[in-house]
């Protein structure tokens, strides 16, 4: 009995840590979404490519490689502004080792940017080519 009741606590505390973690990571979603410019950029073109997908209608591979694709460049975005905000908080002077920092973070985001905009051509590309040539 005494494990039964060791067991029923620690899942008690774990599910409450975990709660807490989700609640945290939530809020930090609001937050990218609230107040960063560029995430918010971010989120409108993929709206833009979802719409588009769906209009193209794409094949589940297709949506596969879409929904990483985008998720690769929101997250890059948000590790960004993560990464931005720290050294925010720990270097309120111009420091050049902060600034190569925060250029790397961003360089991060460009490099997702160029991949997905590669990545788009792969997948509209012959779509839209396609749609072309017919109305030709």
Excluded at 19 to 25: H, K, L
Excluded at 46 to 71: K, P, Q, R, Y
Aim: net charge positive; glycine share 6%; aromatic share 8%.
């Amino acid at each position: 009995m005494k494990t039964a009741a060791k067991w029923r606590e620690f899942l008690k505390s774990e599910g409450a840590r975990r709660a807490t973690g989700f609640r945290a990571a939530f809020s930090g979603l609001r937050r990218l979404v609230t107040s960063e410019r560029h995430f918010q950029i971010h989120l409108i073109a993929a709206t833009c490519a979802v719409i588009m997908a769906a209009f193209l209608d794409f094949s589940s591979l297709e949506w596969a490689i879409l929904a990483v694709t985008i998720g690769l460049v929101l997250f890059a975005e948000g590790l960004n502004s993560a990464i931005e905000r720290a050294i925010d908080t720990t270097t309120p002077s111009f420091h050049p080792i902060a600034k190569a920092a925060k250029d790397i973070a961003a360089a991060a985001v460009l490099i997702a940017a160029i991949v997905s905009v590669i990545v788009g051509l792969l997948l509209y590309g012959p779509k839209l080519w396609a749609l072309l040539v017919a109305r030709h």
